[in-house]
């Protein structure tokens, strides 16, 4: 994912009220800009810390800047942007970096499937076969090149996981994507501490089928970019 113009480079001051950060500009300005992340963003935060942002002419926008890249308190970066997460796996699998999910004919995006008013966010398919891709951005890096999911307690990703169970009762190959935006992390598991219903969930949706692929990106202010299997371990 290239970012045109290249992302500007600012300072992080603070991020408040969960959608806000103010930031110092390249020119001494300070600016609020929008976070897009919902998050607790645990361990991404470091105030007084290089942070990169894209810049929108929508004239609708209340806030004309968007926070896309975090330096973390270890010194590493942090794409915080969730909704770039499914776009960079969408590239990934087209460019043939996840070998895993080659193969296939079609590629759909937030088809609606399940019991639970869902939408997945990848749908692949052939005549013979269809695969449902569930997308998780990962940020939080808790040390020794260890990043863990959620960040906070997460109803809405226990659903998901529900969801892709089903998907495989009835036949259908299901995926859990975790998206690494962290530079630093190196592998992946659940957050057993913060949310055990989800890590306990993750642990029967594997038992039923359910397949866990992560995949760490290359970041700069030029381009985020998927580029690596990541290991998962429960």
């Known amino acids: 994912m290239k970012f045109q113009p290249s992302l500007a480079q600012g300072t992080l001051l603070r991020r408040y009220k969960r959608f806000l950060?103010?930031?110092?500009?390249?020119?001494?300005?300070?600016?609020?800009?929008?976070?897009?992340?919902?998050?607790?963003?645990?361990?991404?935060?470091?105030?007084?810390?290089?942070?990169?942002?894209?810049r929108s002419d929508n004239p609708k926008r209340k806030y004309a800047h968007t926070?896309?890249?975090?330096?973390?308190?270890?010194?590493?970066?942090?794409?915080?942007?969730?909704?770039c997460s499914n776009a960079l796996v969408v590239e990934a699998i087209k460019s043939g970096?996840?070998?895993?999910?080659?193969?296939?004919?079609?590629?759909?995006?937030?088809?609606?499937?399940?019991?639970?008013?869902?939408?997945?966010?990848?749908?692949?398919?052939?005549?013979?076969?269809?695969?449902?891709?569930?997308?998780?951005?990962?940020?939080?890096?808790?040390?020794?090149?260890?990043?863990?999911?959620?960040?906070?307690?997460?109803?809405r990703g226990t659903k998901h996981l529900r969801e892709l169970m089903l998907m495989r009762e009835k036949g259908h190959r299901a995926v859990l994507f975790y998206c690494v935006q962290h530079t630093g992390i190196q592998r992946?598991?659940?957050?057993?501490?913060?949310?055990?219903?989800?890590?306990?969930?993750?642990?029967?949706?594997?038992d039923a089928g359910v397949e866990v692929l992560a995949y760490g990106a290359k970041m700069?202010?030029?381009e985020i970019v998927l580029q690596r299997a990541l290991p998962f371990n429960l």
């Open 21 to 54: 950060a103010d930031i110092r500009c390249s020119d001494g300005r300070e600016i609020t800009i929008h976070c897009p992340n919902t998050g607790s963003m645990k361990h991404c935060l470091a105030e007084n810390s290089p942070c990169w942002y894209s």
């Open 67 to 83: 926070w896309e890249i975090a330096t973390t308190p270890s010194g590493d970066l942090a794409g915080i942007n969730t909704s």
């Open 97 to 155: 970096c996840v070998t895993e999910l080659q193969g296939y004919e079609n590629l759909a995006t937030e088809v609606r499937y399940g019991d639970e008013r869902s939408r997945i966010d990848i749908l692949l398919s052939t005549d013979s076969e269809v695969c449902y891709v569930e997308v998780k951005n990962v940020t939080m890096a808790v040390g020794d090149g260890l990043g863990l999911f959620p960040d906070s307690v997460s109803a």
């Open 188 to 206: 992946v598991s659940p957050a057993s501490d913060i949310d055990p219903v989800y890590a306990n969930t993750l642990a029967k949706a594997i």
């Open 220 to 222: 700069s202010p030029n």
